[in-house]
């Protein structure tokens, strides 16, 4: 890859899924709590598109409060796992800027921001939904798996106004750590931001905190819907 690596910290250690022909689009991957880039790398290789690279970062280790303060990879810091625990406001602003400059390495070296999707498990989830909500660019879509969306109370003012941007959240019925309503409620939130026709919501019975087949086969399917071949 062209372009300097370096300037873009997240980028230097990315587990790539590079495509099996000339690579037009882009998905930017965001694993969970304590997990790594590699962690999600075989599940998004098993349903990738020729044409679509999957970038999966490493989030950085930092001390999380929900953990007794214990340093572990995180994409910031995390109190609680209600909507009524206060936030890590900095730390998720941060965190998305520097998703943001993955993005802008892409484009500079021939991805267009339309030709790039974000996605996430769990608190990378979390963050590839407010990266997306509040980019200036116009992404081609949002997988947001058992998760939620962070500082939910600044929006829709936070929103860089994107209405057409497309989301496929997922989530299971039996996750205990992210109830399956605190996903019904990002939705209900996800569809005053964006056009309400553009938020799915998939749930799936028996499922915990985790993925499963069928998940990752509508992942695929909304991928190659709106990362068409061109």
């Not at 969306?149 to 209405?163: D, T, V």
């Amino acid at each position: 890859m062209c372009g300097n690596n370096m300037s873009v910290p997240l980028l230097a250690e990315a587990v790539t899924v590079s495509g099996t022909e000339k690579e037009t689009a882009a998905v930017i991957f965001l694993h969970g709590l304590g997990d790594s880039g590699h962690g999600w790398a075989d599940t998004l290789t098993a349903i990738r598109l020729p044409y679509v690279k999957f970038i999966c970062p490493h989030a950085p280790k930092i001390p999380v409060t929900l953990n007794m303060k214990m340093t572990m990879p995180a994409w910031f810091d995390l109190m609680g796992l209600s909507p009524d625990f206060p936030e890590d406001e900095s730390g998720i602003k941060k965190a998305a800027e520097n998703i943001k400059a993955l993005i802008e390495h892409e484009a500079k070296n021939g991805i267009p921001p339309n030709r790039i999707m974000l996605g996430g498990f769990s608190q990378g989830g979390a963050l590839s939904l407010y990266t997306a909500l509040t980019c200036q660019h116009q992404l081609a879509g949002v997988v947001a798996l058992s998760c939620w969306l962070p500082l939910h109370k600044s929006f829709p003012l936070a929103s860089s106004g994107n209405k057409n941007l497309p989301i496929l959240q997922c989530h299971g019925e039996m996750d205990h750590m992210i109830p399956v309503q605190f996903g019904a409620m990002t939705s209900e939130k996800l569809k005053v931001i964006v056009n309400p026709d553009n938020v799915t919501l998939k749930t799936y019975p028996g499922l915990v905190h985790s993925s499963c087949p069928q998940e990752m086969a509508a992942v695929k399917e909304f991928i190659g819907k709106h990362l068409p071949r061109i």
